[in-house]
């Protein structure tokens, strides 16, 4: 898998439990009810991070990211504002792990940045069309469930 990422020194005047690196990393997450999401980490350290996705979460929910050097790591969603989503991971990262990220931030020009958001953006699209499919299986479902009751009953008024 192709990670497209882009580094930035984070303000050191900020208080936070861990430090963070503030970086552009475009990775794969899942949840219980969405398995495939795309995701940009905009900062990260080894007790939390920073995403962002069109992709909507509640708060205390868990999101499984694929982190280089890691693979999967669980975190929780712990506040959001519209697309962005504050995580704190469920066990902290290694530091290495953090450091792989920061290696994998390459330079970038506009034309990265855009072919960058068109991926997000299809991912993105990919997700929610997963996420409206298995909603629509639940309801049909429902209403399968529901329905054959109904149908019976009411020829029997009839």
Known sequence: MAILAQLQEADSSERRGAAR?????ETAGA??????????????SVSGLLIETFAQFSIG????????EAGAAEALIVWNSGRYFGCRFAQPISTATVSAALLLSPGHSANADSAQLISVALSELRALASRVEHITD???????????PQAEGTREQS
Request: charge should be positive.
């Open 21 to 25: 690196r503030r970086l552009q990393l």
């Open 31 to 44: 949840t219980q009810a969405t398995p495939n999401i795309r995701v940009m980490i905009h900062d990260l």
């Open 61 to 68: 929910e868990r999101i499984e990211l694929q982190l280089p």
């Open 138 to 148: 639940k309801l049909h479902q429902a209403i399968d469930d529901r329905g054959a």
